[in-house]
């Protein structure tokens, strides 16, 4: 069908109890539509992957790890004294800041502290979300872990989903169903470390030096060894930069193209990628690279490489959502699963703003379910997906969404929340040009912030950094001006030399 059916959904189901799922929550509840939103979340509090978590000696990892089909998340244990509370490992490390500044990182109605500095610190974002969260905190099952979910009758009025959930401290199980289920369980939990010729023999050889950048939490632990980071994307030139000041130098950052993050370093030095982990009986500890050139004696090898769709409490539609993991099929405009889109998605495309466009889809997801918008067809919603990998290809492009694309999109989807009648509702943020302009230039305002050295704790705005939207502004006004009157002059100088009438 390319539409749900009448009458609106009733019952709904939210996993993940992070800063999508808060959000959905709030928008759900502004429809004042829904009759029942229950929400799952299987650590202790809000925040999601912003929940920071020390390694335990749980935390291991295949190499290569290529395979979605990985069994759901298992915690470990912290005590208390009062209780026992599950931890499951966060890709948070100790000194992260954000790499978003914090008026375009923010909810549509909830601003940062406008003391804090400009990107914010890892525990300045933990305590915004729980702040964000405090309204909806009564509709989440804390430390309740979603085991399965599956349509099992799609010829009623409604869908009807069941929701299979584990309590981790009891262990008790319990069923409930529902019209409607949004999945907004993020995608950090299953790391992605390519296959490179060689490297699971030299793997076992040399146990622990690769790892993942899920699993790097300070610095420190990298003195004086000899490292290579592979990938320049956010996480990466940020890890980088980090180690680069305990390593012994130059630190080596491998990938296949440029970063526009990067910044000059002679401590660090850039290679192409790694083509070959070469034989232990060859070499010691060594690679090889596109251009032919071998490091040897390697202490330590850090994937900053991502990580895959994965999504073990749906069973039953893996074939249909999941190949290899790089992607989600069968979605309309990412967020809606087209045979039954009473299945949502929230934030899975990458390099956006998270915040406000899970703000943006839970706008339209809750329109659409309460019938005050409609989707297209079923052909209709499986040719935009087709039109999307004509264009990106069908593999880890696909959710990628560079600027200007990332601010287009989250505008597409509030123009189409703002087709419903506006009397109800929740309404998130349309971006402007002011915003836009911010957008276009937060890498050099990310390299100004980092320039400051421990000076950009007191950093708090991009006019601090010199990036005046209003001051850019008056000088193209002033250019306008300047070239007006450069015309005028132009058009009034032949008049004044024109030859006198002879008459």
């Known amino acids: 069908m390319g539409s749900l059916a009448e009458p609106p959904i009733r019952h709904i189901a939210i996993i993940g109890g992070g800063p999508a799922g808060v959000a959905a929550a709030k928008y759900l509840i502004a429809e004042n539509c829904f009759e029942k939103i229950d929400v799952y979340e299987q650590q202790a509090t809000t925040g ?66 406008p003391e804090c500095q400009l990107f914010p610190h890892r525990d300045v974002v933990t305590r915004y979300l729980e702040r964000y969260a405090e309204d909806v905190k009564p509709l989440i099952q804390f430390q309740s872990q979603v085991i399965d979910v599956r349509l099992q009758n799609s010829h009623a009025i409604h869908d009807v989903w069941t929701v299979r959930s584990q309590n981790l401290i ?27 010729p060689g490297m699971k023999e030299w793997n076992h050889a040399y146990p622990s030096t690769i790892s993942h950048s899920k699993f790097f939490r300070r610095p420190e632990d990298f003195r004086n060894k000899k490292v ?5 994307a956010a996480s990466g030139v940020d890890i980088a930069a980090q180690i680069v000041s305990y390593c012994t130098p130059p630190l080596l950052m491998s990938s296949r193209s440029e970063s526009f993050l990067l910044s000059s370093s002679s401590d660090r030095e850039e290679v192409p990628e790694i083509t070959e982990f070469i034989s232990p009986a060859v070499n010691n500890r060594a690679v090889r690279f596109s251009d032919g050139r071998v490091e040897s004696d390697l202490d330590a090898i850090v994937y900053c490489t991502g990580y895959l769709y994965s999504y073990p409490f749906l069973p039953s539609l893996r074939s249909q959502l999941i190949s290899n993991g790089l992607r989600v099929q069968n979605l309309f405009q990412h967020i809606f699963y087209i045979e039954h889109p009473s299945l949502a998605f ?70 189409w929340a703002a087709q419903a009648d506006s009397q109800v509702g929740k309404m998130p943020h349309r971006w402007n040009e002011k915003e836009r302009w911010l957008r276009q230039k937060f890498p050099a305002i990310k390299k100004a912030f980092a320039d400051r050295g421990e000076e950009r704790h007191y950093v708090t705005t991009v006019e601090e950094l010199g ?35 002879s008459g």
């Open 48 to 113: 999601g992957a912003w929940n920071y978590s020390e390694l335990s000696s749980e935390n291991t990892i295949e190499v290569p790890q290529t395979n979605p089909d990985q069994p759901l998340n298992q915690p470990s244990w912290r005590d208390t004294g009062k209780a026992l509370i599950p931890i499951f490992t966060s890709p948070m490390y100790d000194r992260l800041e954000t790499n978003i500044p914090k008026p375009l990182m923010s909810y549509s109605d909830t601003p940062f502290d």
């Open 170 to 196: 009891s262990g008790q199980q319990c069923t409930a169903s529902y019209n409607a289920v949004i999945v907004s369980s993020g995608h950090y939990t299953i790391p992605f470390i390519p296959s490179v």
């Open 228 to 232: 290579l980071v592979v990938g320049n």
């Open 346 to 415: 929230l934030t899975l495309p990458m390099r956006i703003l998270p915040f406000p466009l899970c703000e943006a889809q839970a706008a339209v997801i809750a329109r659409i379910w309460s019938n005050r918008l409609q989707l297209p067809s079923i052909k209709k919603m499986h040719a935009w997906e087709d039109g999307v990998i004509a264009e990106k290809g069908d593999s880890k492009g696909f959710h990628v969404q560079n600027f200007p694309e990332d601010f287009d999109h989250h505008n597409f989807l509030y123009d």
């Open 467 to 501: 990036f005046d939207y209003e001051e850019r502004l008056e000088k193209e006004r002033e250019n306008e001006r300047m070239v007006e009157h450069g015309i005028e002059l132009r058009a009034e100088k032949p008049l004044t030399t024109q030859i006198p009438s």
